[in-house]
């Protein structure tokens, strides 16, 4: 299990950009090869996919939030395929940029 989160929107009735308050939900990281069936399409080796219970997940503005367990990030949300509808939300793979992030944060 992750925790997912971010500052998105389910409903935007104020066309604000963000939430006023950070948003949490809870999911389960799906292999690749689970989630490239479920989504009709190759999810690459930088990516990783969450799935959650129906009615959560990645919505509107939650691109750059992250997905954590036991205080390791795993993944920087991406993108959603169908906002909190029941399919794989995907995201940035962080340990496939551990090199490039470690030398970077020494510039």
């Known amino acids: 299990m992750v925790l997912i989160t971010g500052w998105g929107m389910f409903e935007n009735p104020s066309n604000s ?3 006023p308050t950070l ?14 069936s479920r989504v009709q399409y190759t999810i690459a080796e930088h990516q990783l996919c969450t799935i959650d219970t129906y009615g959560t997940g ?5 691109g750059g ?14 993108y959603s395929l169908n906002n909190v509808g ?3 939300d995907v995201h940035t793979k962080v340990y496939y940029y551990l090199d490039f992030i470690r030398n970077h944060m020494t510039e």
């Open 17 to 19: 950009l963000a939430s």
């Open 23 to 36: 948003r949490v939900a809870m999911g389960m990281i799906l292999d690749n090869y689970d989630c490239s």
């Open 58 to 62: 990645v919505c509107i503005n939650d």
């Open 65 to 78: 939030g992250s997905i954590v367990s036991n205080g390791v990030i795993y993944g920087i949300i991406s």
């Open 86 to 88: 029941g399919f794989p």
